[in-house]
């Protein structure tokens, strides 16, 4: 997740800033009610006899949002902090993944902007999954999402960015049809350098 001309000293603000400024985005990118009343359910699958939903997340889920970045993402920088903001600044597309009632993880997808050639280009910001469950299928399933909103907004591509050394998540990404394209070297705020995947969609 990330890229480092989001952080530094101004890096947020501009990140933010150039969201709010990328023209139509996603429609009630942070819903105010609860899953309960809104139940959009976005993909399921059963893993050992367990019901994994998709829904969109909703203000209350920021607690969630930061709980889990700041267990998985804080090797790489203030993810909790940097990632519950982008959620509350309502230019993202969020979802979460449910275990019957329990957040079991969830994905981030930045709104969509003009890249070279004019393309439209996608950014998954985040995708992150309880460690408990991971290599169950969720991972997969909130990327099958992602890349379904993707396809809703015309994108022609999506990218995202994550660590040299995370295997795992390389792994899902390449089994799903993205390539890297390039490497940037202390793209984190942590220092590590970052692989950028792309997948035409
Ligand atoms: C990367 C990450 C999101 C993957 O999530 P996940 O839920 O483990 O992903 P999946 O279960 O869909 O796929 C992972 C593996 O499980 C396997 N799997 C999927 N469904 C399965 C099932 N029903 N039974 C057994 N294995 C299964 C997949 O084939 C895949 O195997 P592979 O590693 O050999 O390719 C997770 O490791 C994570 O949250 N990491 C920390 C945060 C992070 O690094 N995020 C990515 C950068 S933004």
Redesign the pocket.
Known sequence: ?GTSGRYGKYGETKRLSRLRKAGPGFQKAVPETSHSMTHTHLGSTR?YGTNINIVPADLKDSVYIRSLSKR??SIYGHYDDTLTNWFLSGTSFTILALSGKKNV?FAMLGRSYLGHSASRVCE?L????EPE?????????LLKAIENECRKNQADSLV?H?SVD?L??Q??FR?FGFSALETKLAFYPEGQDAVMMSKDI
């Open positions: 997740m893993f998985v993402f993880g998954l985040a995708l992150a999954v469950m991971h290599g169950r299928g969720v991972g997969g399933l995202l994550t995370n795992p998540a792994r899902l089994k």
